[in-house]
Protein backbone atom coordinates (compact mmCIF):
# COMPACT_ATOMS: atom_id res chain seq x y z
CA UNK A 1 0.00 0.00 0.00
CA UNK A 2 1.42 3.57 -0.91
CA UNK A 3 1.58 6.09 1.77
CA UNK A 4 0.07 9.95 0.32
CA UNK A 5 3.58 10.49 -0.39
CA UNK A 6 4.59 7.69 -2.43
CA UNK A 7 2.75 6.77 -5.58
CA UNK A 8 2.42 3.53 -6.85
CA UNK A 9 3.61 2.74 -10.30
CA UNK A 10 3.45 -0.79 -10.40
CA UNK A 11 2.19 -3.78 -8.91
CA UNK A 12 3.15 -7.37 -10.26
CA UNK A 13 1.83 -10.65 -8.39
CA UNK A 14 3.56 -13.81 -8.60
CA UNK A 15 2.36 -17.32 -7.23
CA UNK A 16 5.50 -18.29 -5.34
CA UNK A 17 5.01 -21.93 -5.88
CA UNK A 18 5.84 -21.11 -9.77
CA UNK A 19 7.93 -18.38 -9.03
CA UNK A 20 10.46 -20.88 -7.44
CA UNK A 21 10.26 -23.31 -10.07
CA UNK A 22 12.50 -21.64 -12.46
CA UNK A 23 15.90 -19.85 -11.70
CA UNK A 24 15.51 -17.51 -14.65
CA UNK A 25 12.39 -16.10 -13.03
CA UNK A 26 14.80 -14.11 -11.24
CA UNK A 27 16.75 -12.83 -14.26
CA UNK A 28 13.98 -12.76 -16.09
CA UNK A 29 11.63 -10.46 -13.38
CA UNK A 30 14.62 -8.29 -12.15
CA UNK A 31 15.41 -7.05 -16.04
CA UNK A 32 11.72 -6.83 -16.92
CA UNK A 33 11.05 -4.88 -13.99
CA UNK A 34 14.42 -2.80 -14.45
CA UNK A 35 13.49 -1.66 -18.00
CA UNK A 36 10.09 -0.23 -16.82
CA UNK A 37 11.08 1.50 -14.26
CA UNK A 38 14.08 2.74 -16.17
CA UNK A 39 12.16 3.80 -19.30
CA UNK A 40 11.53 7.43 -18.29
CA UNK A 41 15.43 8.03 -16.47
CA UNK A 42 18.02 10.45 -18.07
CA UNK A 43 19.68 7.49 -18.95
CA UNK A 44 17.79 4.59 -19.30
CA UNK A 45 20.34 2.27 -20.18
CA UNK A 46 22.55 2.42 -17.29
CA UNK A 47 19.86 3.03 -14.58
CA UNK A 48 18.28 -0.06 -16.03
CA UNK A 49 21.07 -2.56 -15.50
CA UNK A 50 21.91 -1.24 -12.45
CA UNK A 51 18.38 -1.39 -10.88
CA UNK A 52 18.39 -5.27 -12.80
CA UNK A 53 21.41 -5.67 -10.73
CA UNK A 54 19.94 -4.93 -7.50
CA UNK A 55 16.63 -6.29 -7.84
CA UNK A 56 18.06 -9.73 -9.16
CA UNK A 57 20.16 -9.78 -5.96
CA UNK A 58 16.79 -9.42 -4.00
CA UNK A 59 14.87 -12.11 -5.62
CA UNK A 60 17.67 -14.52 -5.51
CA UNK A 61 17.95 -14.34 -2.16
CA UNK A 62 14.05 -14.45 -1.76
CA UNK A 63 14.30 -17.63 -4.37
CA UNK A 64 16.41 -19.25 -1.66
CA UNK A 65 13.90 -18.94 1.17
CA UNK A 66 12.07 -21.60 -0.75
CA UNK A 67 8.79 -20.18 1.32
CA UNK A 68 5.59 -21.73 0.68
CA UNK A 69 3.41 -18.91 0.74
CA UNK A 70 1.11 -18.17 -2.18
CA UNK A 71 2.25 -15.24 -3.33
CA UNK A 72 5.00 -12.63 -3.60
CA UNK A 73 4.36 -9.25 -4.47
CA UNK A 74 6.22 -6.17 -5.99
CA UNK A 75 5.18 -3.12 -5.74
CA UNK A 76 7.34 -0.54 -7.29
CA UNK A 77 6.40 3.16 -6.17
CA UNK A 78 7.95 6.76 -6.87
CA UNK A 79 8.40 9.01 -3.89
CA UNK A 80 9.60 12.00 -5.89
CA UNK A 81 13.40 11.50 -4.73
CA UNK A 82 13.63 8.21 -4.77
CA UNK A 83 12.08 4.27 -6.38
CA UNK A 84 10.94 2.14 -3.71
CA UNK A 85 10.54 -1.67 -4.71
CA UNK A 86 8.34 -3.49 -1.45
CA UNK A 87 8.90 -7.51 -1.79
CA UNK A 88 5.95 -8.50 0.00
CA UNK A 89 5.67 -12.43 0.96
CA UNK A 90 4.71 -14.39 4.14
CA UNK A 91 7.61 -16.23 5.96
CA UNK A 92 8.29 -18.90 7.95
CA UNK A 93 9.49 -18.05 11.70
CA UNK A 94 12.98 -19.22 10.63
CA UNK A 95 13.17 -17.26 7.54
CA UNK A 96 11.41 -13.76 9.62
CA UNK A 97 14.45 -14.81 12.26
CA UNK A 98 17.05 -14.26 9.61
CA UNK A 99 15.95 -11.14 8.41
CA UNK A 100 15.55 -9.94 12.05
CA UNK A 101 18.86 -10.73 12.39
CA UNK A 102 20.60 -9.16 8.96
CA UNK A 103 17.83 -6.08 9.94
CA UNK A 104 19.26 -5.47 13.59
CA UNK A 105 22.34 -3.47 12.14
CA UNK A 106 21.36 -0.17 10.01
CA UNK A 107 24.67 1.24 10.12
CA UNK A 108 26.03 1.40 6.41
CA UNK A 109 29.81 1.65 7.33
CA UNK A 110 29.45 -1.57 9.49
CA UNK A 111 27.61 -3.39 7.15
CA UNK A 112 30.22 -2.57 4.45
CA UNK A 113 32.78 -3.98 6.71
CA UNK A 114 30.52 -6.74 7.09
CA UNK A 115 30.08 -7.57 3.43
CA UNK A 116 34.15 -7.32 2.89
CA UNK A 117 34.42 -9.85 5.56
CA UNK A 118 32.27 -11.96 3.84
CA UNK A 119 33.78 -11.62 0.57
CA UNK A 120 37.06 -12.61 2.67
CA UNK A 121 35.36 -15.84 3.62
CA UNK A 122 34.49 -16.12 -0.49
CA UNK A 123 38.10 -15.74 -1.20
CA UNK A 124 39.47 -18.54 1.61
CA UNK A 125 37.13 -20.63 0.27
CA UNK A 126 34.37 -20.53 2.97
CA UNK A 127 30.92 -20.59 2.75
CA UNK A 128 29.26 -17.07 3.14
CA UNK A 129 26.67 -15.70 4.94
CA UNK A 130 23.58 -16.52 2.74
CA UNK A 131 22.37 -12.53 2.53
CA UNK A 132 25.97 -12.09 0.96
CA UNK A 133 23.51 -10.36 -2.19
CA UNK A 134 22.25 -7.87 0.41
CA UNK A 135 24.84 -6.73 1.71
CA UNK A 136 26.58 -5.86 -1.06
CA UNK A 137 23.66 -3.97 -3.16
CA UNK A 138 23.72 -1.93 0.35
CA UNK A 139 27.66 -1.65 0.19
CA UNK A 140 27.83 -0.86 -3.38
CA UNK A 141 24.87 0.67 -4.59
CA UNK A 142 23.78 3.09 -1.72
CA UNK A 143 20.42 0.97 -1.45
CA UNK A 144 18.65 1.17 1.45
CA UNK A 145 16.94 -2.18 2.74
CA UNK A 146 14.70 -2.28 5.41
CA UNK A 147 12.18 -4.97 6.88
CA UNK A 148 8.80 -4.65 8.18
CA UNK A 149 6.75 -7.70 9.64
CA UNK A 150 3.23 -7.04 9.31
CA UNK A 151 0.07 -9.47 10.27
CA UNK A 152 0.44 -11.81 7.70
CA UNK A 153 2.70 -10.98 5.44
CA UNK A 154 6.28 -9.46 5.25
CA UNK A 155 7.86 -6.21 3.70
CA UNK A 156 11.26 -6.21 2.55
CA UNK A 157 11.51 -2.64 0.88
CA UNK A 158 14.31 -1.58 -1.48
CA UNK A 159 14.53 2.04 -1.63
CA UNK A 160 17.21 4.09 -4.03
CA UNK A 161 18.01 7.67 -5.33
CA UNK A 162 15.45 8.28 -8.55
CA UNK B 1 20.01 -14.84 -22.01
CA UNK B 2 23.10 -16.79 -21.50
CA UNK B 3 26.89 -16.19 -21.33
CA UNK B 4 29.51 -16.51 -23.39
CA UNK B 5 33.39 -16.69 -22.13
CA UNK B 6 36.26 -17.14 -24.86
CA UNK B 7 39.81 -17.27 -24.77
CA UNK B 8 41.65 -15.32 -27.44
CA UNK B 9 45.84 -16.48 -27.42
CA UNK B 10 46.65 -13.66 -29.66
CA UNK B 11 45.14 -11.05 -27.36
CA UNK B 12 45.83 -13.08 -23.95
CA UNK B 13 42.44 -12.29 -23.57
CA UNK B 14 38.99 -13.74 -21.96
CA UNK B 15 36.30 -12.14 -22.61
CA UNK B 16 32.61 -12.50 -21.07
CA UNK B 17 29.94 -11.52 -22.93
CA UNK B 18 26.01 -11.82 -22.39
CA UNK B 19 24.70 -12.48 -18.71
CA UNK B 20 25.92 -14.61 -16.42
CA UNK B 21 23.64 -15.31 -13.73
CA UNK B 22 23.81 -18.88 -12.75
CA UNK B 23 22.10 -21.10 -9.70
CA UNK B 24 24.59 -23.10 -9.62
CA UNK B 25 28.61 -23.08 -9.55
CA UNK B 26 27.85 -25.92 -12.11
CA UNK B 27 26.51 -23.60 -14.94
CA UNK B 28 30.45 -22.23 -14.35
CA UNK B 29 31.88 -25.04 -15.79
CA UNK B 30 33.13 -23.61 -18.93
CA UNK B 31 33.95 -19.89 -17.24
CA UNK B 32 36.46 -22.51 -14.84
CA UNK B 33 37.72 -24.33 -17.97
CA UNK B 34 38.51 -21.48 -19.93
CA UNK B 35 40.17 -19.47 -17.17
CA UNK B 36 42.24 -22.56 -16.63
CA UNK B 37 43.47 -22.97 -20.23
CA UNK B 38 44.17 -19.23 -20.29
CA UNK B 39 46.08 -18.77 -17.09
CA UNK B 40 47.87 -21.95 -18.60
CA UNK B 41 48.78 -20.29 -22.03
CA UNK B 42 49.27 -16.68 -21.42
CA UNK B 43 52.49 -15.13 -20.64
CA UNK B 44 53.61 -11.84 -18.32
CA UNK B 45 49.50 -10.01 -18.66
CA UNK B 46 46.38 -12.29 -18.72
CA UNK B 47 43.35 -9.60 -20.12
CA UNK B 48 39.35 -10.47 -18.56
CA UNK B 49 37.47 -8.28 -20.47
CA UNK B 50 33.97 -7.81 -18.32
CA UNK B 51 33.21 -4.91 -21.16
CA UNK B 52 30.74 -6.72 -22.96
CA UNK B 53 28.83 -9.03 -19.95
CA UNK B 54 25.68 -7.15 -19.27
CA UNK B 55 24.82 -8.93 -16.04
CA UNK B 56 26.24 -11.09 -13.18
CA UNK B 57 24.46 -12.46 -10.38
CA UNK B 58 27.06 -12.53 -6.90
CA UNK B 59 27.52 -16.55 -7.27
CA UNK B 60 29.15 -16.38 -10.77
CA UNK B 61 31.60 -13.31 -8.93
CA UNK B 62 32.08 -15.02 -6.66
CA UNK B 63 33.34 -18.11 -8.53
CA UNK B 64 35.59 -15.82 -10.90
CA UNK B 65 37.02 -13.80 -8.17
CA UNK B 66 38.27 -17.52 -6.26
CA UNK B 67 39.57 -18.64 -10.11
CA UNK B 68 41.51 -15.33 -10.29
CA UNK B 69 43.13 -16.26 -7.10
CA UNK B 70 43.92 -19.60 -7.84
CA UNK B 71 45.81 -18.36 -11.13
CA UNK B 72 47.46 -15.51 -8.81
CA UNK B 73 48.61 -17.98 -6.83
CA UNK B 74 49.68 -20.34 -9.48
CA UNK B 75 51.33 -18.36 -11.65
CA UNK B 76 53.62 -16.02 -9.77
CA UNK B 77 55.23 -14.18 -13.06
CA UNK B 78 51.37 -13.64 -14.14
CA UNK B 79 49.50 -10.45 -13.87
CA UNK B 80 45.85 -9.85 -14.38
CA UNK B 81 44.24 -6.90 -16.01
CA UNK B 82 40.63 -6.74 -15.56
CA UNK B 83 38.84 -4.60 -18.44
CA UNK B 84 35.86 -2.66 -17.56
CA UNK B 85 33.21 -0.46 -19.26
CA UNK B 86 31.55 2.74 -17.51
CA UNK B 87 28.46 2.09 -19.34
CA UNK B 88 27.87 -1.15 -17.24
CA UNK B 89 27.61 -0.02 -13.65
CA UNK B 90 28.38 -3.00 -11.47
CA UNK B 91 31.37 -3.79 -13.15
CA UNK B 92 33.72 -1.06 -11.76
CA UNK B 93 32.28 -1.68 -8.23
CA UNK B 94 32.71 -5.44 -7.75
CA UNK B 95 36.02 -5.44 -9.79
CA UNK B 96 37.44 -3.11 -7.45
CA UNK B 97 36.87 -5.17 -4.73
CA UNK B 98 38.68 -7.70 -6.20
CA UNK B 99 41.84 -5.55 -5.87
CA UNK B 100 41.55 -5.59 -2.39
CA UNK B 101 42.45 -9.06 -1.81
CA UNK B 102 44.95 -10.06 -4.34
CA UNK B 103 48.46 -8.59 -5.35
CA UNK B 104 48.83 -7.90 -9.48
CA UNK B 105 45.42 -7.16 -10.68
CA UNK B 106 44.87 -3.77 -12.47
CA UNK B 107 41.93 -2.64 -13.76
CA UNK B 108 41.54 -0.89 -17.14
CA UNK B 109 38.24 1.67 -17.39
CA UNK B 110 38.02 0.82 -21.35
CA UNK B 111 35.97 3.67 -22.40
CA UNK B 112 39.14 6.36 -21.04
CA UNK B 113 40.84 4.90 -23.99
CA UNK B 114 38.37 4.05 -26.33
CA UNK B 115 39.78 5.08 -29.52
CA UNK B 116 43.05 7.49 -29.74
CA UNK B 117 41.25 10.79 -30.38
CA UNK B 118 38.71 10.82 -27.72
CA UNK B 119 40.15 13.08 -24.68
CA UNK B 120 39.93 15.75 -27.74
CA UNK B 121 36.37 14.53 -29.47
CA UNK B 122 34.83 14.48 -26.18
CA UNK B 123 34.88 17.46 -23.89
CA UNK B 124 32.55 20.58 -24.51
CA UNK B 125 34.86 22.20 -26.34
CA UNK B 126 33.67 20.48 -29.42
CA UNK B 127 30.00 20.99 -28.83
CA UNK B 128 29.62 24.52 -30.84
CA UNK B 129 31.47 22.46 -33.77
CA UNK B 130 28.91 19.61 -33.91
CA UNK B 131 25.95 22.73 -33.62
CA UNK B 132 27.15 24.28 -36.50
CA UNK B 133 27.91 21.84 -38.20
CA UNK B 134 24.35 20.04 -38.34
CA UNK B 135 22.84 23.37 -39.22
CA UNK B 136 24.26 24.10 -42.15
CA UNK B 137 24.20 20.22 -43.28
CA UNK B 138 20.66 19.77 -42.83
CA UNK B 139 18.92 21.41 -45.62
CA UNK B 140 20.57 19.47 -48.13
CA UNK B 141 20.88 16.17 -45.96
CA UNK B 142 17.21 16.47 -45.50
CA UNK B 143 16.52 15.56 -49.38
CA UNK B 144 19.19 13.06 -49.27
CA UNK B 145 18.03 11.11 -46.26
CA UNK B 146 14.48 10.71 -47.72
CA UNK B 147 16.18 9.39 -51.21
CA UNK B 148 18.72 7.27 -49.10
CA UNK B 149 15.34 5.83 -47.61
CA UNK B 150 14.34 7.32 -44.91
CA UNK B 151 10.60 7.92 -44.84
CA UNK B 152 7.72 8.83 -42.27
CA UNK B 153 7.28 6.49 -39.13
CA UNK B 154 10.08 4.31 -39.39
CA UNK B 155 12.77 3.39 -36.42
CA UNK B 156 15.93 4.91 -36.26
CA UNK B 157 19.06 4.55 -34.23
CA UNK B 158 21.47 7.60 -34.05
CA UNK B 159 24.92 6.30 -33.48
CA UNK B 160 27.36 8.78 -32.25
CA UNK B 161 24.59 11.41 -32.36
CA UNK B 162 26.55 14.18 -30.63
CA UNK B 163 24.41 16.50 -29.42
CA UNK B 164 21.27 15.80 -30.95
CA UNK B 165 20.70 18.15 -33.23
CA UNK B 166 20.06 15.88 -36.21
CA UNK B 167 18.05 13.44 -33.98
CA UNK B 168 15.79 16.71 -33.16
CA UNK B 169 15.61 17.42 -36.87
CA UNK B 170 14.68 13.62 -38.06
CA UNK B 171 11.87 13.49 -35.17
CA UNK B 172 10.45 16.87 -36.65
CA UNK B 173 10.98 16.36 -40.32
CA UNK B 174 10.33 12.71 -40.48
CA UNK B 175 7.95 11.37 -37.51
CA UNK B 176 9.64 8.32 -36.67
CA UNK B 177 7.94 5.78 -34.49
CA UNK B 178 11.26 5.54 -32.37
CA UNK B 179 14.16 7.24 -32.47
CA UNK B 180 17.32 7.28 -29.74
CA UNK B 181 20.79 8.04 -29.93
CA UNK B 182 23.58 6.80 -28.65
CA UNK B 183 27.64 8.34 -27.86
CA UNK B 184 29.86 7.87 -25.51
CA UNK B 185 31.03 11.69 -24.47
CA UNK B 186 29.32 12.45 -21.30
CA UNK B 187 29.26 16.45 -22.52
CA UNK B 188 27.55 16.29 -25.24
CA UNK B 189 24.67 13.93 -23.62
CA UNK B 190 24.37 16.23 -21.28
CA UNK B 191 23.83 18.62 -23.88
CA UNK B 192 21.57 17.01 -25.79
CA UNK B 193 19.23 15.89 -23.02
CA UNK B 194 18.93 19.51 -22.22
CA UNK B 195 17.84 20.73 -25.49
CA UNK B 196 15.37 17.95 -25.35
CA UNK B 197 13.82 19.01 -22.23
CA UNK B 198 13.62 22.28 -22.55
CA UNK B 199 11.58 21.23 -26.16
CA UNK B 200 9.41 19.08 -24.05
CA UNK B 201 10.98 16.31 -25.72
CA UNK B 202 12.16 13.79 -23.74
CA UNK B 203 10.21 11.52 -23.66
CA UNK B 204 10.81 11.40 -27.20
CA UNK B 205 14.38 11.94 -27.57
CA UNK B 206 16.31 9.34 -25.97
CA UNK B 207 19.82 9.31 -25.31
CA UNK B 208 21.66 6.47 -24.51
CA UNK B 209 25.39 6.92 -23.15
CA UNK B 210 27.14 3.95 -24.59
CA UNK B 211 29.80 2.61 -26.48
CA UNK B 212 29.33 2.44 -30.38
CA UNK B 213 31.47 -0.43 -30.74
CA UNK B 214 29.14 -2.96 -28.12
CA UNK B 215 25.64 -2.10 -28.29
CA UNK B 216 24.94 -4.86 -26.20
CA UNK B 217 21.87 -3.20 -24.72
CA UNK B 218 19.92 -2.75 -28.19
CA UNK B 219 18.80 -6.13 -29.96
CA UNK B 220 19.30 -7.69 -33.07
CA UNK B 221 17.88 -6.27 -36.11
CA UNK B 222 16.01 -3.70 -33.92
CA UNK B 223 15.85 -0.85 -36.35
CA UNK B 224 14.63 0.40 -39.81
CA UNK B 225 17.28 3.02 -40.41
CA UNK B 226 20.52 3.21 -38.27
CA UNK B 227 22.40 6.85 -38.55
CA UNK B 228 26.10 7.22 -37.94
CA UNK B 229 27.22 10.42 -39.17
CA UNK B 230 30.97 12.03 -39.19
CA UNK B 231 31.92 9.42 -36.96
CA UNK B 232 33.41 6.24 -38.47
CA UNK B 233 36.29 8.72 -39.59
CA UNK B 234 37.00 9.42 -36.26
CA UNK B 235 37.06 5.64 -34.95
CA UNK B 236 40.71 4.02 -35.41
CA UNK B 237 38.34 0.65 -35.85
CA UNK B 238 35.84 1.87 -38.17
CA UNK B 239 34.85 -1.98 -38.84
CA UNK B 240 34.05 -2.87 -35.21
CA UNK B 241 31.51 -0.29 -35.43
CA UNK B 242 29.87 -0.97 -38.93
CA UNK B 243 29.68 -4.37 -37.39
CA UNK B 244 27.51 -3.35 -35.20
CA UNK B 245 25.58 -1.53 -36.83
CA UNK B 246 24.50 -3.83 -39.10
CA UNK B 247 23.61 -5.89 -35.81
CA UNK B 248 20.95 -3.49 -34.84
CA UNK B 249 19.78 -2.72 -38.15
CA UNK B 250 16.71 -4.88 -39.49
CA UNK B 251 16.85 -7.00 -42.32
CA UNK B 252 15.93 -5.04 -45.25
CA UNK B 253 16.90 -2.25 -43.29
CA UNK B 254 19.26 0.86 -44.34
CA UNK B 255 22.50 1.73 -42.40
CA UNK B 256 23.15 4.98 -43.59
CA UNK B 257 26.98 7.19 -43.07
CA UNK B 258 28.14 10.42 -43.35
CA UNK B 259 32.09 10.95 -43.95
CA UNK B 260 34.10 13.76 -45.04
CA UNK B 261 37.10 14.29 -47.25
CA UNK B 262 38.57 17.38 -44.99
CA UNK B 263 41.27 18.35 -46.62
CA UNK B 264 39.41 19.21 -49.54
CA UNK B 265 37.65 21.46 -48.17
CA UNK B 266 38.25 24.98 -50.20
CA UNK B 267 38.01 28.32 -50.36
CA UNK B 268 39.23 31.46 -53.20
CA UNK B 269 40.69 34.00 -52.85
CA UNK B 270 43.74 32.44 -51.43
CA UNK B 271 43.10 29.00 -51.91
CA UNK B 272 46.55 27.77 -51.57
CA UNK B 273 46.89 28.95 -48.35
CA UNK B 274 43.05 27.79 -47.44
CA UNK B 275 43.82 24.61 -49.18
CA UNK B 276 47.42 23.79 -46.53
CA UNK B 277 45.48 24.72 -43.62
CA UNK B 278 42.77 21.99 -44.19
CA UNK B 279 45.74 19.82 -45.52
CA UNK B 280 47.19 20.29 -42.14
CA UNK B 281 43.93 20.14 -40.03
CA UNK B 282 43.51 16.82 -41.44
CA UNK B 283 46.98 15.11 -40.78
CA UNK B 284 46.34 16.54 -37.14
CA UNK B 285 43.21 14.49 -36.96
CA UNK B 286 45.58 11.74 -38.49
CA UNK B 287 48.16 11.84 -35.70
CA UNK B 288 45.29 11.27 -33.10
CA UNK B 289 44.30 8.39 -35.12
CA UNK B 290 41.42 9.51 -36.94
CA UNK B 291 40.73 9.32 -40.59
CA UNK B 292 39.11 12.77 -42.04
CA UNK B 293 39.41 11.71 -45.54
CA UNK B 294 37.26 8.40 -44.71
CA UNK B 295 34.66 9.63 -47.34
CA UNK B 296 35.65 7.78 -50.74
CA UNK B 297 36.43 4.75 -48.18
CA UNK B 298 32.74 3.94 -47.40
CA UNK B 299 32.00 1.74 -50.40
CA UNK B 300 34.45 -0.69 -49.47
CA UNK B 301 33.22 -0.80 -45.57
CA UNK B 302 30.07 -1.38 -47.00
CA UNK B 303 30.49 -4.09 -49.40
CA UNK B 304 32.58 -6.01 -46.48
CA UNK B 305 30.03 -5.35 -44.20
CA UNK B 306 27.76 -7.50 -47.16
CA UNK B 307 25.17 -4.36 -47.48
CA UNK B 308 23.17 -4.36 -50.75
CA UNK B 309 22.02 -1.50 -52.98
CA UNK B 310 25.30 0.83 -51.94
CA UNK B 311 24.54 3.83 -52.58
CA UNK B 312 27.15 7.05 -52.06
CA UNK B 313 26.18 10.36 -53.10
CA UNK B 314 28.20 13.82 -52.58
CA UNK B 315 26.83 16.33 -49.94
CA UNK B 316 29.12 19.88 -50.97
CA UNK B 317 28.01 22.43 -48.74
CA UNK B 318 29.12 25.53 -50.41
CA UNK B 319 28.19 29.48 -49.98
CA UNK B 320 25.67 28.83 -52.76
CA UNK B 321 23.76 26.05 -50.46
CA UNK B 322 23.92 27.61 -47.55
CA UNK B 323 24.49 31.36 -45.73
CA UNK B 324 27.38 32.81 -45.53
CA UNK B 325 27.10 33.70 -42.07
CA UNK B 326 26.55 30.11 -41.25
CA UNK B 327 29.29 28.85 -43.07
CA UNK B 328 31.43 31.32 -41.52
CA UNK B 329 29.90 30.41 -38.07
CA UNK B 330 31.28 26.86 -38.67
CA UNK B 331 34.60 27.58 -39.95
CA UNK B 332 35.09 29.55 -36.68
CA UNK B 333 34.19 26.84 -34.91
CA UNK B 334 36.59 24.65 -36.38
CA UNK B 335 39.68 27.42 -36.08
CA UNK B 336 38.51 27.73 -32.24
CA UNK B 337 38.91 24.16 -31.96
CA UNK B 338 41.83 23.26 -33.98
CA UNK B 339 44.29 25.73 -33.51
CA UNK B 340 43.38 25.21 -29.62
CA UNK B 341 42.76 21.38 -28.64
CA UNK B 342 43.75 19.89 -31.78
CA UNK B 343 46.75 21.56 -32.15
CA UNK B 344 47.59 21.23 -28.48
CA UNK B 345 47.31 17.75 -28.89
CA UNK B 346 49.49 17.55 -31.58
CA UNK B 347 51.98 19.69 -29.43
CA UNK B 348 52.18 21.90 -32.16
CA UNK B 349 53.77 25.58 -31.54
CA UNK B 350 53.06 28.65 -31.30
CA UNK B 351 54.01 30.04 -34.85
CA UNK B 352 52.31 27.00 -36.07
CA UNK B 353 48.92 27.42 -34.30
CA UNK B 354 49.15 31.18 -35.22
CA UNK B 355 49.92 30.31 -39.47
CA UNK B 356 46.85 27.84 -39.10
CA UNK B 357 44.58 30.53 -37.67
CA UNK B 358 45.68 32.93 -40.65
CA UNK B 359 44.48 30.08 -43.18
CA UNK B 360 41.51 29.95 -41.23
CA UNK B 361 40.99 33.72 -40.92
CA UNK B 362 41.16 33.56 -44.89
CA UNK B 363 38.87 30.71 -45.28
CA UNK B 364 36.32 32.77 -43.19
CA UNK B 365 37.36 36.04 -45.40
CA UNK B 366 36.32 34.12 -48.50
CA UNK B 367 33.05 33.07 -47.15
CA UNK B 368 32.35 36.45 -46.54
CA UNK B 369 33.13 37.89 -49.74
CA UNK B 370 30.28 38.00 -51.91
CA UNK B 371 33.18 37.36 -54.52
CA UNK B 372 34.57 34.63 -52.92
CA UNK B 373 33.50 31.32 -52.94
CA UNK B 374 33.89 27.91 -49.96
CA UNK B 375 33.51 24.65 -50.17
CA UNK B 376 33.35 21.70 -47.40
CA UNK B 377 32.84 18.01 -49.47
CA UNK B 378 30.73 15.53 -47.10
CA UNK B 379 30.17 12.11 -48.95
CA UNK B 380 26.49 10.12 -48.19
CA UNK B 381 27.12 6.51 -48.18
CA UNK B 382 24.06 3.78 -47.60
CA UNK B 383 23.39 0.26 -48.07
CA UNK B 384 20.40 -2.25 -47.09
CA UNK B 385 20.78 -5.15 -44.67
CA UNK B 386 19.61 -8.25 -46.53
Redesign the interface.
Known sequence: MATSEEKLLLSVSYEMEKFSND?RH??YSA?YLAQLISS?A?????Q???L??VI??LL?VIYHLKEKTRSLMIEIKDSGSDIIIDFCLSMSEKNQLLFNSFFSCNDAEQLKKVY?SE??R??N?EE?HRF??LY?IIA??DVQLSYQKKPEINILRMKLAA | ?TYQVMYNQNDQMVTFTG?M?P?TQEELLEVNKTLAMAAEKAMGMLYLNFNRL??I???AF?EV??HI?LIIDAKPKLTIKIIISS????SE??MT?IK??YDRISIEQYDNNFYPGQEVIENDHFIPVLRTQTKIIWAQEKKLLAEHGLKKGMSVADICCGVGDFISLVYQDFNPSQIIGVDHSKPN?NYA?RIAEDNGL??KL?????DAGNLF?IRDNEFDFVTCRLSLQIFDKPELILKELHRICKPGGKIYLTNETYSKTLGYPQSEIISRTYEEASKMFKFLGMDLEFGPKMNSYLQDAHLKNIRIDPMMITTDSTSREDFKVVVESWRDYICNDLAIANKKDETYRKELTQGFNSHIRAIESKRGFASWPIWVASGTKS
Not at chain 1, 42 to 46: A, G, L, Q
Request: glycine share 4%; aromatic share 14%.
Open positions: WCDSRTDPTKSIMSTNEELLKVVNAIGEDY | MCRQEFNNMHMKGVIPWKKWQFLRSDKYHYGF
